[in-house]
Each structure stands twice: as structure tokens, then as C-alpha cells.
């Protein structure tokens, strides 16, 4: 069967613009990521076929086009515009289509058009120097074919390549429909390999709280860290509702035994947004922590600088008595009166301290 695109596509909801002044449907790239070419993968593969090619040449990606098996092109690198429009002119997508392709700030959405169906979500990770990495990612599902877009190389599909390379579970003799939820599946999965190395630093905070040398910048990691988790708390909750939406999707795109595993999927983002949720109270208190660790290390210092004044309050009076310039005061005329006062104010000294320690004030 070959792959034509001729119907055109309707709009069925509307879109946020995120280019001021510019043309609905400009397609201007608004990342970051900057690659030198357009990598594109292919992967063209039935239940006993399978080829792959890599290139840099963006006809490629049209190479096995009249073929009737089933094709991924995986295409590297967005902000080479002009090839991006050139393969979605190709595939027939609409221009809005195009603009949120290459619009990273875009929320995950899905949206359904008569041919195919097009989704955003983000791809999440850390990258080897620990750093969080939050990757937009566009995919076009049509009949026999899956479109993904990336911003830059490296990615969470490994397994999936593997699985369509080795031909192991259904994956090679489903169709585009399975290899969408596969490759959601994979970016999900992913999620929780983030949430774990989110809960090893929440647990890393904690113990710094309660340590008796808290770093100075411990408030600075706090902030980072929650910087971090509404990130990942604003990629994960909208996909929540993108899955949901595919599940109930009444689409000829979509098999119904794919819907089965679609069902199994949301399942998976619910746990991991509650997972997240959890996160986030726990990060919010991390600072009501700290505050309260440092109001009990200080109200320590008070109480002991209190219970020092407090002893020598007595042992101040003492001296001050007899420290006034009257000519007359009994005591000043006593041979042992000096040591006298030494030993009454060393015991009023050891009765306090005796005092306070059965007080467990000490």
C-alpha cells in the first residue's frame, strides 16, 4: 500500500502562539539546541523484513515510501527549518502542525486530524554531569508510518530498536499504532529512572538537614531542586491527559488491542504523577525543615547562653554588693572574708549547675 497524503487535514482545536508578531504557522525554531545537520534514522520493517539506514540527506527520508511495510524516520536536530518543512510539506501536515514541531515551549498535547494523528510530549533525563534534561519531541502517527522529531542526538528509544531489530515481542508484527505506544511507552518508562534519581536527592537533603555541619548553601540546592520537580511535574501531568485522550480516541489509526496496552500506559503515568506529586510536597517541606533545624540549633544557643546569665546573675549581686563605696560594711572587716565570699559564690556556682542538670536543662 502506498504511502499518498492527498486529503487535506482539518483543524480540530486551537493552539497557543508562542511567536510574537509573527505569521500562525511560521515555523520558527525556538530552542536552544543547535545541530550543524538533520540526522535522520529510518526503519523500515514487517513481520520478516527489516532494514535501517542512517543519513544526513533529507530525500532519505522519503526512501521507502511506496514499500508496504511499516516505516519509522526518527529526524534529529530542529532548527534546520527548511528540512523541517520539506518533510512536513511531504506528509501533508498542516502549518500549525509544523509550527509546534518546532516550537519547544509547546505544553504536550495530541490532536487528530483525518489522516494521522500528532502528538507532543517531553522526553526527560540526566544527562552523565547530573544535569536535568528536558528534550521536546514530536510524533505524527499515519497509517503504516510513525514521524518522530527531536532537538538534538541521543535519546530513551534504544530498546525499542533493539526490539524491532532482534524482532522480539509483538512489535514487528503490529502495526504503527503499537510502535507509537512503544516508543510513549519507552519515554514513560524513563520517567521513573527520573523519579528515582529525584527521591536519591531528596534523601541526599534530609541528611545534610539533620547533620551538625549543614552547608551554607543548602537553600540554594532546595531551590534548584524544586525549580527541578515543577519541570518535571508541568511535562508529566499534561502527558496524563494526552494518554488518557488516546486511550478513549475513537481513530481507524489505532487498533483496538493497541487500545489494551494504551490502557495499561495511563495506568503507568498516574503512578508516576502521584509519584511526583509526593515529590513535590516532600521538596516543599524540605525548606520548613531546614528553617526548623536552624530555629532548635539556635534556640539551643539561647538556652544555654540563658543558663549561663542565669548563674551568674546571683554571683553578679554578690560582687556588686560588695563592690559599693560605703565606709561602713561588716563584712570587709572579717580576716577571712574575701575567701569567704570566694567559697559562697563558688557553691551558689555548683548549686545551680546542680540545679539545672536535675532540670535535664543541661
Do not use: C
Amino acid at each position: 500500500m502506498a504511502k499518498k497524503r492527498k486529503r487535506k487535514p482539518f483543524i480540530t482545536n486551537i493552539r497557543p502562539r508562542f511567536h510574537k508578531n509573527e505569521i500562525p504557522g511560521t515555523v520558527k525554531y525556538t530552542g536552544k539546541k543547535q545541530s550543524l545537520v538533520t540526522k535522520i534514522e529510518l526503519i523500515d520493517y514487517s513481520k520478516d523484513h527489516y532494514i535501517r539506514l542512517d543519513s544526513e540527506d533529507i530525500q532519505d527520508a522519503f526512501k521507502f515510501e511506496e514499500t508496504d511495510n511499516i516505516t519509522w524516520s526518527n529526524i534529529n536536530g530542529l532548527n534546520n527549518t527548511p528540512e523541517i518543512e520539506i518533510i512536513g510539506d511531504h506528509y501533508n501536515l498542516h502549518p500549525l502542525i509544523q509550527e509546534d514541531i518546532v516550537t519547544t515551549n509547546q505544553r504536550p498535547k495530541i490532536d487528530e486530524y483525518e489522516d494521522y494523528l500528532f502528538l507532543v510530549f517531553k522526553m526527560l533525563h540526566y544527562n552523565e554531569d547530573g544535569e536535568f534534561v528536558n528534550e521536546h519531541v514530536s510524533m505524527v502517527l499515519g497509517s503504516d508510518y510513525v514521524v518522530t522529531f527531536q532537538e538534538a542526538d541521543g535519546d530513551v528509544f534504544d530498546g525499542v530498536r533493539e526490539r524491532l531489530q532482534n524482532a522480539k515481542g509483538r512489535i514487528r508484527s503490529a502495526g504503527a499504532d503499537y510502535l507509537m505506544f512503544a516508543l510513549l511507552d519507552a519515554v514513560v518508562d524513563n520517567y521513573f529512572s527520573v523519579i528515582e534519581t529525584l527521591s536519591e536527592k531528596i534523601e541526599v537533603l534530609e541528611d545534610q538537614l539533620f547533620d551538625d555541619n549543614i552547608k551554607d548553601d543548602i537553600t540554594q540546592d532546595i531551590q534548584e531542586l524544586k525549580k527541578e520537580i515543577l519541570r518535571i511535574r508541568r511535562a508529566i501531568l499534561p502527558l496524563r491527559e494526552v494518554i488518557n485522550r488516546l486511550e478513549k480516541i475513537d481513530s481507524k489509526l489505532i487498533d483496538e488491542r493497541t487500545h489494551n496496552y494504551i490502557r495499561d500506559l495511563y495506568d503507568h503515568i498516574i503512578q508516576v504523577s502521584e509519584s511526583v506529586d509526593i515529590y513535590r510536597e516532600m521538596i516543599w517541606g524540605l525548606m520548613d525543615m531546614y528553617m526548623t533545624t536552624i530555629s532548635n540549633k539556635m534556640n539551643e544557643v539561647m538556652k544555654v547562653l540563658t543558663i549561663m546569665a542565669s548563674i551568674f546573675i546571683p554571683l553578679t549581686f554578690m560582687a556588686g554588693i560588695y563592690g559599693m563605696n560605703f565606709d561602713y560594711i561588716p563584712e570587709l572587716q572579717y580576716k577571712y572574708g574575701y575567701f569567704v565570699l570566694w567559697g559562697l559564690m563558688i557553691l551558689v556556682f555548683l548549686g545551680m549547675l546542680y540545679y539545672f542538670k536535675r532540670k535535664k536543662w543541661l
